[in-house]
């Protein structure tokens, strides 16, 4: 009897995580980790092979595609960031379905010219697309009508090379990163109303001391455009966020920080963490970049990641690597080894627990966008336009190469049998068929 309930309630749960699959809600999927449990997506494609559909969007935009339902929605903005709008494609025909401006902005901050108006990718659910675009505004908005439910214009930060974390949904709450080169804080806002749950501060402010002593206000060096990520460790939910020069975990009620682990060397990071083996992977940034692998700490335990911690601390760098780092594009975490592509097309395999390299080999190309995988399948998107698929396995191996007229700056979203990509340009349907 123990033995048909358990093989039931796998069956259940393997069908729930099916039709989970159907909805891409956030940056990087369902877990926020760049991993779909989709079959039979296409391996092949160009701009006349396996295109189900085309659509431009208008524009200049990072932010990644999000799907629910048969909706996919994106932001953009218009280059000079003074006007703010959210897009609805249908997901079956392409069709644009809504064109909504959410903000006009009198006058936008500077940005980085590699940067946009509209890079942070929406969050959305059944009913409800969540939006930001930094100190600009967030806004909610129901997906049926169109109508903003409730938006926020308040929080001040100078975003300095413009703005980039995404927001992200976790029970009630809505969690944005604020990392400036004025203030660096992470709020949770009650999804519902938009109202602020809890505000924490980063717990350290890092500043170089000028030729008089005093500090200085260096941008980058405070400036970071991480995504959050909760998981579970221990047995108990974490929020797990990346400011400049440091990973923060905190409590996500109540926004207590637990413990932190401080890289000096590098500054602004850029990637969402993802978590396995008990360990917890992200890259540190720019600079002297490493990919750090963390064993999670006690609370109140702080440790610098380039030196020993003191006897006793459960928080831990258990390894790390300084070759062929990425410091944009996101890792991705695949049955106890470590995949990543850095910003200048080298792909790489850590034993996830040892950091042992697997193997090291350049793809070519430039890399902003995150890996995806699926189906034993990595696929790596370049700004140059072309996407090469490679294997999840202990030996490198190339398994096709796809070119559309474009470059990728945004990562890949999943439904179904379907890739939807978006260029810088347009947003397409990839599918196996006419």
Same mark, same amino acid.
């Given at each position: 009897m123990?033995?048909v309930?358990?093989?039931v309630?796998?069956?259940?749960a393997?069908?729930?995580?099916?039709a989970?699959e159907?909805?891409?809600p956030q940056?990087? =999927?369902?877990r926020g980790?760049?991993?779909?449990?989709g079959?039979?997506?296409?391996?092949?494609?160009?701009?006349?092979?396996?295109?189900?559909w085309?659509?431009?969007i208008?524009?200049?935009?990072?932010s &990644?595609?999000v799907?629910?339902?048969g909706?996919?929605w994106?932001s953009?903005?218009?280059?000079?960031?003074?006007?703010?709008?959210?897009?609805?494609?249908?997901?079956d025909s392409?069709?644009?379905?809504?064109?909504?401006k959410?903000?006009?902005?009198?006058?936008p901050q500077?940005?980085?010219q590699?940067?946009?108006?509209?890079?942070?990718?929406?969050?959305?659910?059944a009913g409800?697309?969540?939006?930001?675009? %930094?100190?600009?505004?967030t806004a909610?908005?129901?997906?049926?009508t %169109?109508?903003?439910?409730w938006?926020?214009r308040d929080f001040?930060?100078?975003?300095? /090379?413009?703005a980039g974390s995404s927001?992200?949904?976790?029970?009630?709450?809505?969690?944005?990163?604020f990392?400036? #080169?004025d203030h660096?804080?992470?709020v949770?806002?009650?999804?519902?109303?938009?109202?602020?749950?809890?505000?924490?501060?980063?717990?350290?402010?890092?500043?170089?001391?000028?030729?008089?002593?005093?500090?200085?206000?260096?941008?980058?060096l405070?400036k970071?455009f991480?995504?959050?990520?909760?998981?579970?460790?221990e047995?108990?939910p974490?929020l797990?966020?990346?400011?400049?020069?440091?990973?923060?975990?905190?409590?996500?009620?109540t926004?207590?920080?637990?413990w932190r682990?401080?890289?000096?060397t #590098?500054?602004?990071g850029?990637?969402?963490p993802?978590? %396995?083996?008990?360990l917890v992977f992200?890259?540190s =940034?720019?600079?002297?970049?490493?990919?750090?692998?963390?064993r999670?700490?006690? /609370?109140?335990?702080?440790?610098?990641a380039?030196?020993?911690?003191?006897?006793?601390?459960?928080?831990?760098?258990?390894?790390?690597?300084?070759?062929?780092v990425?410091?944009k594009?996101?890792?991705?975490?695949? =049955?106890?080894?470590?995949?990543?592509i850095?910003?200048?097309?080298v792909a790489?395999?850590w034993?996830?627990t040892?950091?042992r390299?697997?193997w090291n080999?350049?793809v070519?190309g430039?890399?902003?966008? &995150?890996?995806?995988a699926?189906?034993?399948?990595?696929?790596?998107? &370049?700004?140059?336009?072309k996407?090469?698929?490679?294997a999840a396995?202990?030996r490198?191996?190339?398994?096709?190469?796809?070119?559309?007229?474009?470059?990728f700056?945004?990562s890949?979203?999943?439904? %179904?049998?379907a890739?939807?990509?978006?260029?810088k340009?347009?947003?397409y349907?990839i599918?196996? =068929?006419p």
């Amino acid at each position: 009897m123990n033995r048909v309930c358990l093989v039931v309630g796998w069956a259940c749960a393997w069908a729930v995580a099916l039709a989970a699959e159907e909805n891409w809600p956030q940056f990087r =999927g369902p877990r926020g980790d760049g991993t779909s449990l989709g079959t039979g997506l296409p391996l092949h494609w160009a701009e006349g092979q396996n295109v189900r559909w085309k659509t431009a969007i208008h524009g200049r935009a990072w932010s &990644s595609p999000v799907l629910w339902g048969g909706q996919v929605w994106v932001s953009t903005a218009t280059e000079d960031g003074h006007e703010r709008f959210v897009v609805c494609v249908d997901r079956d025909s392409g069709r644009v379905v809504r064109d909504l401006k959410v903000f006009d902005v009198e006058k936008p901050q500077s940005i980085h010219q590699f940067n946009t108006y509209a890079s942070p990718t929406p969050a959305l659910e059944a009913g409800r697309l969540y939006v930001t675009y %930094g100190a600009a505004g967030t806004a909610c908005l129901d997906t049926r009508t %169109g109508h903003v439910l409730w938006t926020r214009r308040d929080f001040v930060c100078n975003h300095y /090379r413009g703005a980039g974390s995404s927001p992200i949904l976790y029970q009630g709450l809505l969690f944005l990163n604020f990392d400036g #080169s004025d203030h660096q804080f992470i709020v949770a806002l009650d999804k519902a109303t938009g109202r602020t749950v809890w505000r924490q501060e980063r717990s350290i402010d890092y500043r170089d001391l000028g030729p008089d002593g005093q500090p200085q206000l260096e941008g980058d060096l405070r400036k970071a455009f991480a995504t959050c990520q909760v998981t579970v460790l221990e047995g108990a939910p974490v929020l797990l966020s990346q400011g400049s020069k440091a990973l923060y975990a905190y409590d996500p009620p109540t926004g207590a920080e637990l413990w932190r682990v401080e890289e000096r060397t #590098s500054y602004s990071g850029s990637t969402r963490p993802v978590v %396995g083996d008990g360990l917890v992977f992200v890259p540190s =940034g720019f600079s002297s970049g490493q990919v750090l692998a963390i064993r999670p700490g006690r /609370r109140g335990e702080v440790i610098d990641a380039n030196t020993p911690p003191p006897p006793g601390t459960q928080l831990a760098v258990v390894w790390k690597a300084k070759r062929a780092v990425p410091k944009k594009p996101s890792l991705l975490f695949l =049955g106890g080894r470590l995949f990543a592509i850095d910003d200048n097309g080298v792909a790489t395999c850590w034993e996830a627990t040892t950091g042992r390299v697997l193997w090291n080999e350049r793809v070519g190309g430039n890399y902003s966008a &995150s890996p995806l995988a699926a189906e034993g399948h990595i696929y790596c998107f &370049s700004e140059e336009g072309k996407t090469t698929v490679l294997a999840a396995s202990d030996r490198f191996t190339k398994l096709a190469e796809n070119q559309l007229e474009d470059g990728f700056m945004a990562s890949p979203a999943v439904a %179904g049998k379907a890739l939807f990509l978006r260029t810088k340009t347009s947003l397409y349907r990839i599918e196996v =068929g006419p």
